[in-house]
Nanobody
Framework: QVQLEESGGGLVQAGGSLSLSCAAS????????MGWFRQAPGKEREFVAV????????YYADSVKGRFTISRDSAKNTVYLQMNSLKPEDTAVYYC?????????????????WGQGTQVTVSS
């Protein structure tokens, strides 16, 4: 069982940066692939980025590639999402999720554990 808690969301102007954190508790975190997803009002939850259990492999949605960076610190049981050059269309609730096997194109319903989410709002 893994529990996830996101933090670091907030309000930022377009072009600015935010760093999200996802703290994990429970056994086995270091063996899970970790993903970030987001959900804007009235829209479906969508994939943002994922990192393998070792940190050696990452995969990004085209919409954030080159602007967002996912990383993890297994010693701290934490995964991060550094978001730069933010746009108003990045506004959403951001969720972290854990999956027991590596599949960079896994769908929302193929992740095992979810956090409660943190709001990111980008003003124009």
């Amino acid at each position: 069982q893994v529990q996830l808690e996101e933090s670091g969301g907030g309000l930022v102007q377009a072009g600015g940066s935010l760093s999200l954190s996802c703290a994990a508790s429970g056994r086995g975190f270091s063996r899970y692939a970790m993903g970030w997803f987001r959900q804007a009002p009235g829209k479906e939850r969508e994939f943002v980025a994922v990192i393998s259990w070792s940190g050696g492999s990452t995969y990004y949605a085209d919409s954030v590639k080159g602007r967002f960076t996912i990383s993890r610190d297994s010693a701290k049981n934490t995964v991060y999402l550094q978001m730069n050059s933010l746009k108003p269309e990045d506004t959403a609730v951001y969720y972290c999720a854990a999956r027991s096997t590596w599949n960079p194109v896994a769908r929302v319903n193929e992740y095992d554990y979810w956090g409660q989410g943190t709001q990111v709002t980008v003003s124009s």
